[in-house]
């Protein structure tokens, strides 16, 4: 069974820290997508990461797929009150796995002004 | 933007009855799919679903529950007879490669 443990599973900062989200498995995934999902909502794309070793940049987030693409990172840096939700991370396996995501259980994030 | 609609946003019901979760995929896409999840929980994966039948089943997904697509744009989810333990956030989810998935906003599903 592939599992995905994520941590930490809570965080709370002050605007302006950095932090960091780990997403760590013993399974290899094809891709990895991390997501935010607010209260009541479904979960929102962040970004997909493919290729193992590679780094993505979203504005002051940036996402890392490990070497092995068996782990993967969320940086935030200078928190904003205004990135406060819950991250997920989601692994996809592969070929007919390709559409069973295998999620985290997410950390929630507070970010105090 | 494109997105993946979902309809009821809350489904009330009683043990043992039949409901009929809706969604309407994004338009161009192929690949379509079930997750949930119970409260304070991971969300979790149900089906998969692509050219007009299921691809993928996990063990949650029993006989009980069923998929259709009965036209070009709606993706329906039945649970046959409701159980207590079957309240949970209901997401449908589609992707136009197989591999980036978009979600809905959800259908809370609550079981009296």
């Known amino acids: 069974t592939q599992l995905l443990e994520q941590s930490p599973q809570f965080l709370s900062i002050q605007e302006g820290e950095n932090l960091t989200v780990y997403c760590n498995s013993s399974?290899?995934?094809?891709?990895l997508q991390w997501y935010r999902q607010e209260p009541g909502e479904g979960p929102v794309l962040l970004v997909t990461?493919?290729?193992?070793?590679e780094v993505k940049k979203l504005k002051r987030l940036t996402f890392q797929f490990g070497d092995a693409r068996k782990d993967s990172s969320l940086h935030i840096t200078a928190a904003q009150p205004g990135d406060t939700g819950l991250y997920l991370c989601?692994?996809?396996?592969?070929?007919?796995?390709?559409?069973?995501?295998?999620f985290g259980k997410g950390t929630k994030l507070s970010v105090k002004p | 933007e494109p997105e993946v609609t979902q309809t009821p946003s809350h489904q009330v019901t009683q043990m043992g009855q039949e409901v009929i979760l809706r969604c309407v995929p994004i338009?161009?896409?192929?690949?379509f799919y079930w997750y949930r999840q119970i409260l304070g929980q991971k969300v979790e994966f149900l089906v998969s679903?692509?050219?007009?039948?299921?691809?993928?089943k996990s063990e949650i997904f029993d006989d009980q529950f069923s998929v259709e697509r009965p036209d070009g744009s709606n993706f329906t989810l039945k649970i046959r007879s409701t159980k207590l333990e079957d309240s949970a956030m209901y997401f449908c989810a589609s992707s136009g490669a197989g591999v980036i998935q978009y979600f809905g906003a959800g259908t809370r599903l609550s079981v009296l």
């Open positions: 990461v493919v290729t193992g070793g």
């Open positions: 399974s290899v995934f094809s891709s």
């Open positions: 338009s161009n896409h192929l690949y």
């Open positions: 989601a692994g996809a396996g592969y070929g007919g796995s390709q559409g069973n995501l295998i």
């Open positions: 679903f692509y050219n007009n039948e299921i691809s993928e």
